[in-house]
């Protein structure tokens, strides 16, 4: 199948002032994550997004993290606390997350190295994996069914769905609702 081209994406880090894009990933496979601190289910996949950015390192892959719509100093404490070691940066305006068509926390897109999609998934990740898993699986496995892709008007994909569904969990449906996390 035909894969379509990631959204455009610049974001500055977490921690640091110069803008990076995801453009600036190119030629790398891309494991991007959208996590918010408050959201349960994000923290749960964090070691497992750990690990995966530990293997994939070293085989031109990468891990980025994007947080959004939170407060950096608890953002920061929540990589400080994981010993996150993969890119974060920062959406305080949720203007990335609405142009991958996130609707809840946590989402996880894989980009290939000419920067299409090649999966995606609603809900955590960890469900999807023991701690031995690859990510090679799990892309297998949330591989993106074109035929229900919505288009925007730039032409980048707003919904993503596939053949395994994760349950909703309270943060993705309090993010999905309007209503703010307890």
């Excluded at 990631?6 to 974001?11: C, F, G, I, K, V």
């Excluded at 991007?32 to 293997?55: G, I, K």
């Excluded at 100093?73 to 994981?82: H, I, L, Q, T």
Aim: charged letters at 20%; proline letters at 7%.
């Amino acid at each position: 199948g035909r894969r379509v081209p990631a959204p455009a994406l610049t974001l500055v880090p977490l921690v640091g002032k110069a803008p990076i894009s995801l453009s600036d990933y190119r030629g790398k496979v891309v494991v991007l994550n959208f996590w918010a601190s408050w959201c349960v289910p994000c923290r749960d996949e964090s070691p497992l997004l750990q690990r995966w950015h530990e293997r994939i390192r070293s085989e031109g892959g990468t891990v980025v993290g994007v947080n959004v719509l939170d407060v950096r100093s608890d953002a920061r404490a929540f990589v400080d606390e994981y010993g996150l070691t993969y890119p974060m940066l920062r959406d305080g305006s949720s203007e990335s997350s609405d142009a991958f068509g996130v609707v809840g926390y946590p989402e996880t897109f894989v980009i290939d190295r000419r920067g299409r999609i090649a999966a995606a998934t609603r809900g955590p990740v960890a469900l999807l994996s023991t701690a031995g898993a690859s990510i090679v699986t799990w892309a297998s496995i949330a591989s993106v069914d074109r035929s229900v892709l919505a288009s925007t008007r730039s032409g980048a994909p707003r919904r993503f769905v596939h053949a395994w569904r994760p349950q909703w969990h309270e943060c993705a449906t309090s993010a999905a609702s309007g209503r703010s996390p307890a």
